[in-house]
């Protein structure tokens, strides 16, 4: 049971335009949400996070947006350049129990963006 | 550099050989994690460790075993390789209180 639903599997964008990625999850238990960049042959990188106590995050030209009550989260890259062509992975966590740290991830959407 | 070193980062395997997987961190960190990457299916936990001499299961464990040895090394066994377990394994860790992973590069496992 995929616990973190993202969409689309695969972007393309113009440079200079706006990425979006959306994910969505169902437990409400989840009280921490991540964005992962991954360029091929690396392991992937923290890029943002938010916790769900504020709707929206932004550090440079990547924002996330939280939306509690529609249980989704989305990833906005404005002014998308080619060095932001990778994996983009979003994920969730519940940071209590047995399951302390353990992070759920979203399937992955590949981002090319054009010159 | 700091961070999380994984080796090898290339192996082929023939069906039913083993192998071990080895992680090692020197950032001092509590937790490790193993993860499988395959195309179209994201990162999915095999095993964990929240301390060491703790582990636990994750999503995927079947046909895997693993060691926390010590705080800094966390590796992965296949004792009998399949075909199936052809993918990318990643090994990850976090510092107690902190939020972020740290992964390591990857091994790329083919398993023929």
């Known amino acids: 049971q995929q616990q973190v639903k993202q969409s689309p599997q695969s972007l393309i964008v113009q440079k200079g335009g706006i990425s979006i990625i959306n994910c969505a999850y169902e437990?409400?238990?989840?009280?921490?949400f991540p964005w992962y960049q991954q360029f091929p042959g690396k392991g992937p990188a923290l890029l943002i996070a938010?916790?769900?106590?504020?709707s929206e995050k932004k550090e440079g030209r990547f924002t996330i947006s939280f939306n509690k009550s529609a249980k989704q989260f989305s990833l906005h890259i404005m002014d998308s350049q080619p060095g932001d062509s990778a994996t983009y992975f979003c994920a969730a966590r519940i940071d209590r129990g047995s399951t302390l740290g353990r992070l759920y991830f979203g399937r992955g959407t590949q981002l090319t963006v054009w010159p | 550099n700091a961070g999380v070193t994984q080796t090898p980062k290339f192996q082929v395997l023939k069906t039913g050989q083993s192998m071990t997987l080895q992680c090692a961190q020197d950032m001092n960190h509590n937790s490790m994690y193993w993860y499988r990457q395959d195309p179209g299916m994201g990162l999915r936990l095999i095993y964990y460790?929240?301390?060491?001499?703790?582990?636990d299961k994750g999503e995927v464990p079947n046909g895997y075993n693993v060691s926390r040895l010590n705080k800094r090394e966390f590796s992965l066994r296949l004792e009998s390789a399949a075909p199936s377990q052809t993918s990318v394994y990643f090994c990850a860790s976090r510092g107690e209180g902190r939020d972020g992973y740290t992964f390591g590069s990857g091994t790329r496992l083919t398993v023929v």
């Open positions: 938010i916790r769900p106590d504020v």
């Open positions: 460790s929240a301390s060491e001499g703790t582990t």
């Open positions: 437990n409400t238990a989840f009280d921490y």
